[in-house]
């Protein structure tokens, strides 16, 4: 199996290469398009802020590809909310793959929300065998809203998605390369796709 990792400078790559390493997957970073075309699975990190990260893909035309990528795609963190409409971090144009827009925490919670919080509601392949109220890795102060695409969500001040999933695009908010066994298992389950 070829596994891409879209490389745009955004991101705590290691941790995730290593996670994948764990899995016996070897994977590729890029900025390639023809590379990452070409990958049988495509995971599309982020760590950072919106509008930076929006203007990286835009300077290697990885914005207009990866709306277009037939094959599954995980968005991680940063990479999921890049792939809803707007963002209200820098007012942020987002790639339009997932129909809302990531709005801010309220200041009723405390932002970053940071650490494990427990994922409800969860359906599809992506969670197969995980138990109810398993517990991911968050660091994040934007989030999206729970809308029709929403396959899983958590709770922090207001319930939001925690995953969505649109035809062959798959977002994730939490970490699964810093979730222990649980996260090994969602990944595990996306390259199984």
């Not at 699975?41 to 990866?66: C, H, R, S, W, Y």
């Not at 925490?105 to 494990?116: D, I, L, N, R």
């Not at 899983?152 to 994730?172: D, H, I, R």
Request: aromatic share 8%; charged share 20%; proline share 5%.
């Amino acid at each position: 199996m070829k596994l891409a990792i879209i490389d745009y400078g955004a991101g705590n790559i290691q941790s995730l290469r290593f996670a994948l390493e764990r899995l016996g997957v070897e994977s590729v970073l890029s900025a390639k398009i023809d590379e990452i075309k070409s990958a049988d699975k495509v995971i599309f990190p982020g760590v950072g802020a919106a509008n930076a990260a929006m203007e990286k893909l835009q300077a290697t035309g990885l914005d207009t590809l990866i709306p277009e990528l037939q094959q599954p795609v995980l968005g991680i963190c940063l990479g999921m909310q890049l792939m809803c409409n707007i963002s209200e971090e820098g007012n942020t144009k987002g790639l339009e793959i997932f129909n809302c827009n990531v709005k801010r925490f309220p200041t009723s919670v405390k932002v970053p929300q940071m650490g494990w919080n427990t994922l409800n509601n969860c359906k599809g392949a992506l969670f197969q065998n995980i138990q109810p109220n398993e517990y991911m890795y968050l660091v994040h102060s934007y989030y999206a809203p729970l809308i029709e695409e929403t396959i899983a969500e958590t709770t922090y001040g207001e319930p939001y998605s925690t995953a969505l999933q649109k035809n062959n695009f798959y977002g994730v908010q939490f970490h699964p390369e810093k979730s222990s066994k649980a996260g090994s298992k969602i990944l595990s389950n996306f390259l199984a796709l």
